[in-house]
């Protein structure tokens, strides 16, 4: 939707011009470009695409409809959360950025918190949920469509590994301008260098494709989702040089080795989600994507009600957790981490 506080915050992205708004439509006082917010998010994107884009354009990458709708925070998606959460300490009033905001759930997750949420995304495939009660734009992160230093906090989760080197430091360069002094931002990604423990993930991944040579699991999408992976963080020691670089300095870090995450997800959850399909697929007129779309929406149906299936889901995202417990201080490839916006980046 577009509301009067994100009429406060965005700018042209041409020319960082304010912007007045008329019915549906955007006007730039500076350089009088029109943007359309029909649609319930107001269109920011350059009128001049940057050559590097991500395959999350592709419409083939949501065939499966799952950010069509918002269910209650489980597995994975419960442990990133509940990191952001402890590591960022969101409070009522303060204006946060979620970068890459995907479908925005992240923030319908934490509208408890006050905090009075933007989210950005390069692809319009936002949530029913988000589009009634967020405050949402489609922009380029490399060029935010945003007021300087207007946000005292952000978060990216999942987004930086979809990055070349040179268009992650415009990420965080332009996210250091649009944050405050002092300014605080949540990182979930990871590195290619990956520590010991990542033996075990390899081990559960390779379980998982032999289940999918026996046809119980289907990790087709999957795949279509990691092809948009670029990695460009070598290890942790890069990780650092390329924030100071950038402005930023890492305050806190928590790895993430999900041995436990990788089996409940990767096979226990992909075997329910398969069988789910082919029963799904009994129905009359239903091939094989409409059976996947259907499954998936009476699957978030039952989790927003409670019952037996969420009660089993969250005690699977405890097991997840242990992950993190037991293993976050030991350095692996993915981490969760809060950095600080330290002043005027380096020269780029």
């Not at 925005?104 to 006050?114: F, H, L, S």
């Amino acid at each position: 939707m577009m509301s009067p506080r994100l009429l406060e915050v965005v700018r042209c992205p041409e020319c960082a011009g304010a912007l007045s708004a008329r019915d549906t439509i955007l006007t730039c006082a500076a350089c009088g470009r029109t943007f359309d917010s029909s649609a319930g998010y107001a269109d920011l994107r350059p009128a001049a695409a940057y050559a590097e884009q991500t395959k999350y354009l592709d419409a083939a990458l949501h065939t499966d409809a799952r950010h069509e709708t918002v269910a209650p925070p489980l597995l994975g998606s419960k442990i990133r959360n509940d990191m952001l959460r402890a590591f960022l300490q969101l409070q009522p009033g303060e204006r946060a950025l979620d970068l890459g905001c995907g479908s925005g759930r992240t923030m319908i997750w934490n509208a408890d918190t006050g905090a009075r949420m933007t989210g950005i995304d390069i692809s319009p495939f936002f949530s029913r949920e988000a589009l009634e009660g967020c405050d949402l734009a489609l922009g380029d992160l490399r060029r935010l469509p945003l007021k300087d230093e207007s946000f005292q906090k952000a978060w990216a989760l999942d987004v930086l590994e979809h990055l070349s080197p040179q268009a992650l430091r415009d990420v965080l360069r332009d996210a250091g301008r649009v944050l405050a002094p002092d300014g605080t931002m949540f990182l979930y990604t990871h590195v290619r260098k990956n520590g010991p423990l990542g033996t075990g993930v390899r081990w559960v991944n390779r379980f998982a494709h032999l289940c999918e040579r026996l046809h119980l699991i289907d990790l087709r999408q999957e795949r279509l989702r990691k092809s948009d992976h670029l990695n460009p963080i070598a290890d942790h020691d890069e990780l650092v040089r390329v924030l100071a670089e950038c402005g930023f300095r890492l305050e806190r870090i928590t790895y993430y080795t999900p041995i436990a995450g990788a089996f409940v997800e990767n096979v226990i959850i992909r075997i329910a989600e398969r069988f789910l399909t082919r029963k799904a697929s009994r129905a009359p007129g239903m091939d094989e994507g409409a059976a996947s779309r259907a499954a998936r929406s009476a699957a978030k149906t039952r989790l927003r009600r409670g019952g037996a299936t969420y009660m089993a889901l969250r005690g699977l995202t405890a097991l997840m957790m242990l992950d993190v417990r037991l293993f976050g201080r030991f350095k692996s490839g993915p981490f969760f981490a809060l950095v600080k916006k330290t002043g005027a980046p380096g020269p780029a």
